[in-house]
């Protein structure tokens, strides 16, 4: 039987990978762990290691790289492949240099992944098909990487399991078309966002509506990790949440500037000392979100590494400030002159709802309900 642990830090993967290997009688998952920190404490606590080790690219705290190499480091015995999104050359490269025995694309492995794990625990090495020979033309012109990597690294294939597999992978790159832009759907989501800014800016009544719907979607993408263990689908889709969210508050600004204020800086002006606190703040919380919504594609998070997450930390005071943007400014809230108390209670909900929000990101709030940051139970280590 070969122990499987698997490394990713979405639960959907964690899900479809248990299926997948359910009708493999000589394959079994072991453990799951969502950062590669917590994989080698795992490993270090268990009794009996892992045969295999498979680790997603891009993870917090600890990546697929820095995993991989700790892995090999530690447990040399273990074997780890590589399960990522990314065809990169380069990251390929710095995998094997770290000591990955396999490397196999996501959007592919249904087919392929029970026979890596076979191969790679025989010793061999796996990856998915047209990997090596692009590899092979292009390891000269990456000296900084190649130089880590040695040759019989790059071009080792199990073919033990089909001896034909060398021929097949080569006819397959040969009929293999060239690599094609992405298509444009893949950013749909800013499509659609661009005219929804167009259409619901424009539109009567529409600015406080979008208000809302900003407001909520902040608060969703900035709690969808901590209650993943309860409701996983808000972290599957928090880069669209989050762009939605920016992109409902760019709309809720639009409509306030051309059909509130119509442009005219003297109503802006003439604004009680309050209200025009209110659009100051709001002002700066759409700016800090904004880098974060720039900044959102696979690209950058790849580009900026750390820096990627904390440019995305930005959003945390941005939802403190639209709170209190809202409050100040929302008509529905403190601005009317006659308040009543249903008035009151939207106040309150929006402070104890920004507030519940922030509260959910640290790791105090869980262990004072004796629960740890993902919402289970927490678990003494001598059990």
């Not at 293999?176 to 800014?197: C, E, H, M, N, R």
């Not at 209200?275 to 100051?280: A, D, E, F, M, P």
Request: positive net charge; proline residues 4%.
């Amino acid at each position: 039987m070969i122990s499987v642990l698997v490394v990713d830090d979405l639960k959907i993967i964690h899900e479809g990978l248990q299926a997948m290997f359910a009708m493999d009688e000589d394959i079994k998952i072991v453990g799951f762990a969502e950062n590669g920190k917590q994989a080698i404490s795992k490993i270090q606590n268990s009794d009996r290691h892992p045969d295999i080790v498979l680790v997603d690219i891009v993870m917090p705290v600890m990546d697929g790289i820095e995993t991989t190499k700790e892995i090999s480091r530690l447990f040399p015995e273990i074997k780890t492949i590589v399960l990522s999104g990314f065809e990169d050359d380069p990251l390929i490269l710095k995998a094997i240099a770290a000591g990955a025995k396999g490397y196999l694309l996501k959007n592919a492995i249904s087919q392929d992944l029970a026979s890596a794990v076979r191969s790679v625990h025989r010793g061999a090495s796996h990856f998915a098909p047209g990997i090596v020979d692009r590899l092979a033309k292009n390891f000269q012109s990456l000296p900084s990487i190649s130089s880590k990597v040695l040759p019989q690294q790059i071009c080792t294939i199990d073919a033990s399991l089909n001896p034909e597999q060398p021929k097949l992978i080569k006819k397959r790159t040969e009929k293999a078309k060239p690599k094609l832009q992405k298509p444009l759907f893949q950013y749909g989501d800013w499509l659609t966002i661009i005219i929804s800014v167009i259409v619901l800016s424009r539109t009567n009544g529409m600015g406080h509506h979008l208000a809302h719907a900003g407001l909520f979607f902040l608060m969703l993408s900035l709690v969808a990790r901590p209650i993943k263990a309860w409701w996983s689908w808000p972290l599957q889709h928090r880069r669209a949440i989050g762009i939605f969210a920016f992109a409902a508050a760019v709309a809720h600004a639009f409509y306030a500037t051309f059909q509130v204020l119509d442009l005219d800086l003297s109503k802006m002006l003439a604004l009680s000392p309050r209200s025009k606190l209110g659009v100051i703040i709001g002002i700066i919380s759409l700016l800090a979100m904004t880098p974060a919504a720039i900044t959102s594609f696979q690209f950058f998070q790849r580009k900026l590494g750390k820096r990627w997450r904390q440019i995305h930390l930005l959003t945390v005071p941005a939802l403190a400030l639209a709170v209190i943007h809202t409050i100040l400014v929302g008509p529905h809230y403190l601005r009317t002159f006659n308040i009543n108390t249903i008035d009151y209670v939207r106040t309150l909900v929006a402070i104890l709802s920004g507030t519940l929000v922030l509260l959910m990101r640290r790791k105090i709030f869980w262990s004072t309900l004796g629960l740890n940051n993902s919402g289970k139970k927490a678990v003494a280590k001598n059990q």
